[in-house]
């Protein structure tokens, strides 16, 4: 593999950016890190979908100032992250590439920022999150495991409010209000590590790594006469890296840019329309410059132009339908290894489409009815395919505060990821569905009960069924591809399954506040042709047998307020080379469980205008070393066989944050 120096070098520069350090076992090192729990349980009614509110994140005691729509998901049952400390989302046994996360109806294709430490959504820019498991409608398509839709803050139509914000980690402003006699609102956000404002510094002095991110979000709203309303929004979130030694010095960048105009009108009672054009664009790129002074490079990436039309119809008695078209227009940067070799820039373009219908009637008072069709097609190299996805769920109340669900839904997805076994930084591969590539088949059926009916209690259990048909991994013995044109030699289509309970238990009313959510599952891949693991089932790298979380929060009065997250997991698998050199079996190899306490406290005082919070928070308390980054080196001697290596780079770690809103 030609390219294997450049992948070795990215892999040791981000274990010392981390740490300094090199070849260590168990090696405890600090980086600052930030961390959410949720003051309230409210709207998590639902069975297979939780909506998460702003007030809730808002009020979350958090490390560093940084308040994380994603950590609050990943409290979730049946949705975990992976690595333990990062905000990636592995629902129900899928891939972080198997999420569909919405910002106001637009796809994201980076949502974190420090190699996915934090996500890149500023918590004051947020109005709302809704996380979806199981029973999808069927305007969704394009991705087969979640869908996070994050509703973005319209503005104030009241008055003119912000915030400023100093932490840690990161420094932040907030500013939304109203304009035109209230008939225009406006909200921005905008938020920058405080390495990247010191970068130029660090250059001057010969640091030799920086490590940084911004992201800024604003949104504009307009309503106008006859029930017509107007909204523009822009986002971007960016990450930078470099490092430089005596040897080599390699810079990296990755980030998402979005862009959005929709027109929304009301027609009449019951019936609404609103027709959407948008741009999404993800890039990685980075460049490693050697002794012999010739520089390579790897760079990926998407971006996406995006028009969909929806109508609502609410009119008929007994019914709420919705339907709609949606067109992407893709365009894949796959360029790879460029090598110092000046070369025409690689675009792979593809179209995808969508029409759906779906309703929801209900046949008699206990009984809700939610069928709904979608029709997916992806258009590459002269080739359309056609996936269709019919989708249905039933509730039932039998008595009162009693929810009984079942669901079935099929949904495709016609973009991969290829990711490394052993990178740790951003270097995933985008690729289409091709003419040997099929899209990836999502078949689920879920069942839950729900009780409701005990004041301010909440209780859920749900199980799932998921089977996966053109599941892509590389084949065993290829960890990373360096020329494009060979990556469909390079992978295998397989086929997997996930299956699991998850049961959550809520409190909403009181001083004391909390939920506590435990997830058994499994999940699990085969690829019949023998290219990996012999053609066996094997369990997923992110294969969770066990999850715990417990949220607690407590409001003193007279503006103090705190709150208490535990959480568990039991070890995923991980693939290490057997005793005697031959190619290992895909998960042989099961890490230790993670587990770990976090403590956070608010203290807010009332200003003349506004208020003022001071946030303080440990992270980690009891100091449980868990492995944030798991890799294989090769022994010591040239023929013997390599050894499991894990960091743990997130110790104790203590917070403190002021935030002054007005």
């Excluded at 069927?138 to 008055?159: M, N, P, Y």
Aim: aromatic share 8%.
């Amino acid at each position: 593999m030609r390219n294997l120096r450049s992948l070795t070098a990215l892999a040791a520069l981000a274990v010392c950016v981390t740490s300094g350090a090199q070849n260590v076992r168990d090696t405890t090192l600090t980086i600052k890190e930030a961390v959410v729990s949720a003051s309230k349980s409210r709207g998590m009614t639902g069975l297979g979908t939780v909506t998460i509110p702003r007030e809730m994140v808002a009020r979350t005691p958090t490390l560093l100032g940084e308040r994380d729509i994603l950590k609050a998901v990943q409290l979730l049952p049946g949705v975990q992250s992976g690595t333990e400390g990062m905000s990636g989302l592995y629902v129900r046994g899928g891939g972080s590439d198997e999420n569909l996360i919405l910002l106001d109806g637009v796809p994201v294709h980076s949502p974190g920022h420090l190699l996915g430490i934090i996500s890149a959504f500023q918590e004051d820019a947020v109005k709302e999150a809704v996380m979806r498991k199981g029973a999808f409608p069927a305007r969704f398509g394009g991705r087969v495991s979640g869908v996070l839709e994050i509703k973005a803050s319209d503005g104030d139509t009241t008055r003119t409010k912000g915030s400023l914000g100093v932490g840690l980690l990161s420094d932040k402003i907030h500013l939304e209000g109203s304009a035109l006699r209230r008939k225009v609102r406006y909200s921005l956000s905008g938020r920058g590590a405080h390495t990247m404002m010191l970068d130029g510094a660090f250059r001057l002095f010969k640091v030799p790594a920086n490590l940084g991110f911004h992201d800024l979000h604003a949104k504009v709203t307009a309503d106008a006469a006859g029930g017509n309303r107007l909204s523009f929004s822009y986002f971007t979130g960016k990450d930078k890296l470099y490092y430089k030694d005596d040897n080599s010095k390699t810079d990296m960048s990755w980030g998402s840019t979005i862009g959005s105009a929709a027109w929304s009108r009301r027609w009449g009672e019951g019936l609404r329309s609103e027709i959407t054009v948008a741009s999404s664009g993800y890039e990685m790129s980075t460049g490693y410059q050697g002794l012999e002074d010739r520089r390579s490079g790897y760079r990926t990436g998407l971006n996406d132009l995006i028009a969909k039309a929806d109508i609502t119809i609410t009119c008929l008695p007994g019914h709420a339908l919705r339907t709609g078209l949606e067109a992407i227009r893709h365009e894949f940067i796959p360029e790879s290894d460029w090598s110092g070799i000046v070369k025409e820039r690689v675009v792979i373009r593809g179209f995808e489409t969508g029409a759906y219908i779906e309703d929801r009637f209900f046949p008699a008072a206990w009984l809700t009815v939610e069928p709904g069709f979608r029709l997916s097609s992806f258009t590459s190299e002269g080739k359309t395919r056609l996936s269709p996805e019919p989708r249905v769920s039933a509730t039932v109340r039998p008595v009162e505060g009693v929810i009984v669900q079942t669901a079935y839904s099929r949904i495709s997805q016609s973009i991969h990821q290829l990711s490394s076994s052993v990178a740790v930084l951003p270097v995933d591969l985008i690729v289409p569905v091709t003419g040997r590539i099929n899209p990836v088949i999502s078949d689920q059926i879920s069942f839950g009960v729900g009780y409701e009916g005990l004041k301010g209690w909440g209780f859920t259990l749900e199980g799932y069924w998921k089977a996966l048909e053109n599941v892509l991994e590389y084949k065993d013995g290829v960890i990373f591809i360096d020329d494009f044109s060979t990556w469909e030699e390079n992978v295998a289509s397989g086929m997997g399954r996930s299956y699991g309970l998850e049961a959550l238990i809520r409190k909403s009313a009181g001083r004391i506040t909390g939920w506590a959510g435990y997830t058994l599952s499994k999940s699990e891949r085969r690829f019949p042709d023998g290219s990996i693991g012999g053609g066996e089932w094997f369990p997923c790298r992110h294969d969770c047998r066990h999850s715990l979380s417990a949220v607690t929060n407590i409001d003193f009065g007279k503006g103090w307020d705190a709150g208490v997250v535990w959480t568990y997991s039991s070890g995923g698998a991980v693939t290490m080379p057997e005793s005697d050199g031959s190619m290992p079996r895909r998960g042989n190899v099961r890490l230790p469980p993670s587990h770990r306490l976090d403590l956070g406290i608010n203290h807010r005082k009332a200003r003349r205008r506004g208020e003022r919070i001071w946030s303080l928070g440990v992270y980690n308390a009891y100091n449980r070393k868990n492995p944030n980054l798991v890799f294989s080196v090769s022994g010591e001697e040239e023929d013997s066989p390599g050894s499991l290596k894990t960091i743990s780079f997130l110790p104790i770690i203590p917070s403190v944050s002021y935030t002054r809103a007005f």
